[in-house]
């Protein structure tokens, strides 16, 4: 059974810092991540894909990808209060749709 | 560019009963998935269609099912209506289904009493 995990938190922060929220992920055959953010009462939207091995940056977040650990993370800079949301990771491989995680609740205090 | 549009929003139903809801996906997009989300376990998988097939099926019972349409609009039926099955059901669409991001409609929230 493919799964996808995370830390469930509440993860709290000051407003400017630097989190790091991290996933595995069990099926090797994954070849597509995303992160998606969720906001209390609202649906998911994806906020970052990666497909390869490495990092890959969008403004403020960066995904990284490790295949070999089954690992991956999304970095978020200079975070606000604005960012406070839940954190979805989703992991894809074949002609499967992405199994997803429970998501990590971020806080981010002013 | 319209996103995916679920109706309705709200749903108030009492045990035993059933309910349909309703999902136009983004224009073009072929591929439609159902989850159900809940507090506790997170966003669960109920079903992929594409091309008016049922792709992908999750682990629930067969009193949920769902069909799509020609023109890729999806409907999920809930039979019998349990408890438990109070929930956030969100569809998502996408391009082919497979390996691709997805779009998530605003959710139907369903209530039983």
């Known amino acids: 059974q493919k799964e996808v995990e995370q830390d469930p938190g509440p993860l709290s922060v000051p407003e400017g810092a630097i989190v790091s929220l991290n996933c595995t992920y069990s099926d090797r055959g994954s070849q597509s991540f995303f992160w998606y953010r969720q906001y209390s009462g609202k649906s998911p939207e994806l906020i970052m894909s990666?497909?390869?091995?490495g990092d890959k940056e969008d403004g403020r977040f960066t995904a990284q990808l490790n295949k070999a650990s089954q690992y991956v993370s999304l970095l978020i800079r200079d975070s606000q209060p604005s960012d406070s949301a839940t954190y979805l990771c989703?992991?894809?491989?074949?002609?499967?749709?992405?199994?997803f995680g429970r998501g990590t609740s971020l806080i981010v205090h002013p | 560019k319209a996103g995916v549009t679920q109706t309705p929003r709200y749903l108030i139903k009492t045990r035993g009963q059933q309910v349909t809801l309703s999902c136009s996906p983004i224009s073009g997009h072929r591929s439609v998935s159902w989850y159900q989300q809940t507090p506790g376990q997170g966003l669960q998988f109920l079903f992929e269609?594409?091309?008016?097939?049922?792709?992908n099926k999750g682990n629930f019972p067969g009193r949920f099912s769902g069909r799509q349409f020609s023109n890729s609009r999806s409907e999920m039926n809930v039979s019998t209506l349990e408890l438990g099955d109070s929930a956030l059901y969100l569809c998502?669409?996408?391009?082919?289904?497979?390996?691709?991001?997805?779009?998530f409609g605003s959710g139907t929230q369903l209530s039983v009493l």
């Open positions: 990666i497909y390869s091995n």
């Open positions: 269609y594409f091309s008016e097939t049922q792709r």
């Open positions: 998502a669409s996408s391009w082919t289904g497979s390996n691709e991001k997805l779009f």
């Open positions: 989703a992991a894809s491989g074949g002609s499967y749709i992405p199994t």
